[in-house]
């Protein structure tokens, strides 16, 4: 029996077990009709868990609301809360501590995900052993990861330490990034690139290794040298996936938390504290609900629109 006489003989099977009732009513409905009956399930599930909280935090937006207060009346108080947040200076050092934090990562983790994808990409012996290696850091939780080096960063036990000292000459235990205010910022940088450099190394391999050789070859014969192939062939044919690596670490370092948190214990000062620790703060430890829903919502709309119009960006570069 072939494959399709054995589907038909399920689906008659099927069919035949169906109720009565049910096989008329589903025989009296159209194709879309029973397309729409599948995926309703889905539909529901989504409103539920994506759009309702999503609506229901615009409304908290615009009262004074308070999670632990519960029980007692809730104020509508208009736009207030959208002054407040536009207006604290405190809220916008965080939101520059944020762009500094998201410069910083983005153009290590390109520059060396790209590196060592074309490295990777030569094909040498034992580059699928490295590669597993390399992938390693991303692999692990990023709670794991912050206690990992924080531990590498303590000033009397910690490698990080040593490693720094035998090459600046300090002595390690005086030397110590996670405490102050001038590096611990770049502490937090340097765990973010270990941790997801290999996510962009991934992202680009796959947008070299999709570099028919034909073209390789056409260069080659045409006597176009390495860094003439590079420029002209590699790095445009690359960059859509280099940018679509970029869009992916950029949102997720903008709600970047657990692991500052793991690593600084909201310290030294306010030089570590992201966009996302000063909304967690307004939320549950403050709680100013009200306050930290209008937060969230220009959160969302700025990292929306921004990833609206790269998107934008990143389809011109596909159509070139």
């Known amino acids: 029996m072939t494959n ?9 099977g099927a069919a035949k077990r169906t109720p009565e009732v049910i096989a008329r009513r589903v025989r009296g409905l159209s194709d879309r009709a029973i397309a729409w009956l599948f995926i309703a399930p889905t539909i529901v599930l989504l409103l539920a868990i994506n759009v309702f909280p999503l609506i229901w935090t615009v409304y908290l937006s615009f009262t004074n609301y308070k999670a632990n207060r519960a029980a007692r009346g809730v104020e509508w108080v208009g736009l207030d809360n959208y002054r407040r947040v536009l207006t604290d200076s405190d809220i916008w050092h965080n939101m520059l501590v944020t762009g500094h934090f998201l410069l910083w990562t983005m153009t290590f983790q390109v520059l060396i995900g790209f590196g060592l994808a074309w490295l990777i990409n030569k094909n040498f012996k034992g580059h ?5 290696v ?12 912050g206690n990992f080096w924080t531990f590498l960063y303590q000033p009397q036990i910690g490698l990080f330490n040593y490693i720094v000292g035998f090459f600046t000459g300090v002595d390690p235990s005086s030397f110590e990034m996670i405490g102050s205010v001038n590096l611990a910022p770049w502490a937090i940088v340097i765990v973010d690139t270990w941790m997801w450099t290999p996510y962009v190394m991934l992202i680009c391999l ?24 590079f420029w002209s062939i590699t790095l445009p044919m690359v960059l859509p996936f280099l940018m679509l690596a970029v869009l992916f670490r950029a949102i997720e370092n903008f709600k970047m938390f657990d692991l500052v948190v793991e690593l600084t214990s909201g310290g030294p000062g306010s030089v570590t504290e992201l966009a996302s620790i000063n909304l967690k703060r307004e939320a549950f430890e403050k709680w100013r609900t009200g306050l930290s829903s209008a937060f969230a919502i220009i959160l969302f709309v700025t990292v929306f629109g921004a990833a609206n119009i790269y998107v934008k960006a990143l389809n011109r570069v596909k159509q070139r």
């Open 4 to 12: 399709s006489s054995a589907s038909e003989a399920v689906a008659i």
């Open 128 to 132: 699928g052993v490295w590669t597993t």
């Open 134 to 145: 390399i992938l390693l850091p991303m692999m692990l939780s990023p709670a794991v990861v």
């Open 206 to 229: 796959a947008g070299l290794r999709s570099i028919p050789d034909y073209i390789y070859e056409a260069a080659e014969v045409d006597g176009a040298g390495p860094l003439r192939t």
